[in-house]
């Protein structure tokens, strides 16, 4: 496809230094985004739904291309789309996009189009990024791979989004995600209207034997926790403060950690111990910042109940992904008001989000996912290799104070400031 080759295989290797030149000046800095562009398994996803059966013009990956541009450059309606595309028409042909751009076109894209295409492609960009991420620290030292799951809901006006119910006089939906902790790729994601319980997603989610999921207190149900404990795979969550238990053992701490008790527990509701009836594991611990007490419980009896509140305080990072999403990925705003077109959007921010961040890492940028997406947003018909963009002499240092216990958001240059 002109500029973005069919022959192009995208590879996890980290590239060497000679690698980062291959994305040279001739070409426009949309265009390199999209060198490591994985066309084949994009292809398959379009086959998998019939994609383009009977289409003569704008195909799923110009619809695609389209969408990229507006979550790279903030747009935030087909008419700002066409528009800003429409001044660029010299240049399309290079950006990879081969059909007129019009916003009854695109419209009609996004409501028609299967959003499983860019569902799936989200999920293979998701495996690449997990591999080239699979060995950062996410500052709790495991060999496991942990996760944290958890949800955020995005308000939408009832009368424009009907299928999307929430209460009475509003509609919302929710983001169902599974992090994971080392270099913060999403994994999972499952998109539900807004009346959908939290809790209700531990049926969908297919648990990793050995892996550990850190969650909050809405998703204790001890019937759907214990298929977690029979799949071998672990769980963090706090303990409700109504739950009844009884000790069964206890182990020594030390309180100058902040920890108060480490115990071994059986639930002493009859209800509750007939879905749980397996020993749980008790972890108290004072935080002195905070001046509260939290206990948490878990079935992994092995590692330090230091690590156990650790991994609960590691929880956050998922929800400072649902902030950085909402700030700066376009999903807030949507472009159609269909169930198709809203989930249409949504896998395509997320699948640019993971493109970036693969960016990030094989091209071993320092600087934040915020500052990354700031430059590009201003460069994207530039003809400047994507590296020599984020040199120190040619882009100036942004201090962010919000994610600065987000590595992947918060590179070392942005904590020095």
């Not at 528009?83 to 010299?90: E, F, H, Q, W, Y």
């Not at 955020?152 to 929430?166: E, R």
């Not at 297919?206 to 850190?214: D, H, L």
């Not at 269909?338 to 091209?363: C, D, G």
Request: glycine residues 4%; positive net charge.
């Amino acid at each position: 496809m002109g500029t973005i080759s069919n022959q192009l295989e995208f590879s996890a290797r980290k590239p060497q230094e000679s690698d980062k030149r291959l994305m040279n000046s001739g070409k426009f800095v949309f265009s390199q985004l999209f060198e490591i562009f994985p066309l084949k398994e994009f292809h398959r996803c379009i086959k998998r739904y019939n994609g383009d059966s009977r289409i003569h013009s704008f195909s799923c990956f110009d619809q695609y291309l389209c969408m990229a541009f507006a979550q790279l450059t903030n747009r935030e309606s087909l008419r700002d789309i066409e528009a800003c595309l429409g001044s660029m028409k010299s240049k399309l042909y290079h950006m990879g996009i081969r059909s007129p751009i019009s916003r009854s076109t695109l419209a009609d894209a996004n409501e028609k189009r299967d959003w499983r295409i860019y569902a799936d492609f989200a999920q293979v960009l998701i495996h690449q990024a997990r591999e080239l991420y699979n060995h950062d620290d996410f500052g709790v030292e495991l060999d496991e791979t942990v996760y944290a799951l958890d949800s955020s809901t995005i308000d939408l006006c009832l009368s424009l989004f009907p299928w999307a119910k929430f209460r009475q006089e509003k509609g919302a939906i929710k983001l169902h995600t599974l992090l994971d902790l080392r270099g913060n790729i999403p994994s999972f994601i499952h998109i539900t209207d807004g009346k959908v319980h939290d809790v209700n997603v531990l049926d969908i989610l297919i648990p990793e034997a050995g892996s550990i999921y850190v969650m909050d207190r809405g998703y204790i149900d001890f019937k759907r926790l214990h298929l977690l404990n029979q799949a071998h795979a672990f769980f963090v969550t706090r303990l409700k403060k109504n739950s009844q238990f009884k000790r069964i053992y206890s182990r020594p701490v030390d309180k100058t950690t902040g920890l108060r008790c480490d115990q071994t527990i059986q639930l002493s509701n009859p209800d509750s111990f007939q879905d749980y009836p397996d020993h749980l594991r008790r972890v108290g611990f004072y935080d002195i910042d905070k001046e509260r007490r939290f206990d948490y419980v878990t079935n992994n009896f092995t590692i330090p109940a230091l690590s156990i509140a650790d991994l609960y305080r590691c929880r956050w990072q998922v929800e400072l992904f649902f902030k950085w999403i909402k700030q700066h990925l376009q999903i807030k705003s949507f472009l159609g008001t269909s169930e198709n077109a809203v989930k249409t959007q949504i896998w395509i921010a997320i699948s640019i989000y993971v493109l970036i961040a693969i960016h990030k890492k094989r091209l071993n940028i320092e600087h934040s996912l915020y500052k990354i997406l700031q430059v590009l947003s201003v460069t994207l018909f530039e003809k400047a290799a994507i590296i020599d963009l984020f040199s120190k002499s040619k882009a100036s240092l942004v201090k962010i104070t919000d994610y600065e216990r987000f590595p992947l958001f918060m590179s070392i240059e942005d904590k020095s400031l």
